[in-house]
């Protein structure tokens, strides 16, 4: 008999640890972007809704999270990116939103239907079109003014 208490308080101790044991989730998902501040931006709000790791890549545009499953999930995470501006695999942007974002970090959109909306550009003060990465080059600044995608990284 007192093995069998041995073996049922054992097997509740290690039933209880199991129950209380977080798991950590590491996801990898497609969220637009262009620059080092779009980088800080959708970093924070992965982080602000719960994320322990953030990492997002300007070249794949990527973000790789890492979280404990039991206080958040890739949708909240998503959600909370799309409300910064930033659409993401599962969860858009709002217009207003988008349209709040600097101008060298308004990438190229994708509606429903998977047509590509281009971003505005914003010209020089020559009248010349320029790039959303234009916006670091030297000639892209207006004399004495820095742009604040630069300070925050800049474009890769």
């Known amino acids: 008999m007192k093995t ?6 054992l097997l509740f101790s290690f039933t209880a640890l199991t129950a209380t044991a ?16 779009c980088k800080k931006k959708i970093e924070t709000a992965a ?4 994320a322990t790791a953030a990492d997002w890549n300007a070249d794949k545009k990527t973000l790789t999270v890492t979280y404990i499953s039991t206080s958040t999930n890739a949708a909240k995470i998503q959600e909370a990116v799309a409300a910064t501006g930033y659409d993401t695999r599962d ?3 709002t217009d ?15 509606d429903l239907g998977g047509k590509k909306t281009k971003a505005p550009k914003t010209e ?22 820095k742009e604040s995608c630069c300070s925050d990284g800049g474009h890769k």
């Open 4 to 9: 069998l208490n041995i073996f049922a308080a």
């Open 22 to 37: 977080q798991k950590n989730t590491t996801e990898t998902i497609p969220v637009s972007g262009n620059c080092g501040m």
């Open 47 to 50: 982080k602000d809704a719960g």
């Open 91 to 93: 969860v858009k942007a």
């Open 96 to 110: 207003e939103t988008y349209n709040k974002l600097h101008g060298c970090c308004k990438y190229e959109r994708v």
């Open 124 to 145: 020089k003060a020559d009248g010349v079109k320029k790039t959303e990465k234009d916006c670091c080059n030297k000639e892209g600044k207006e004399e004495g003014k």
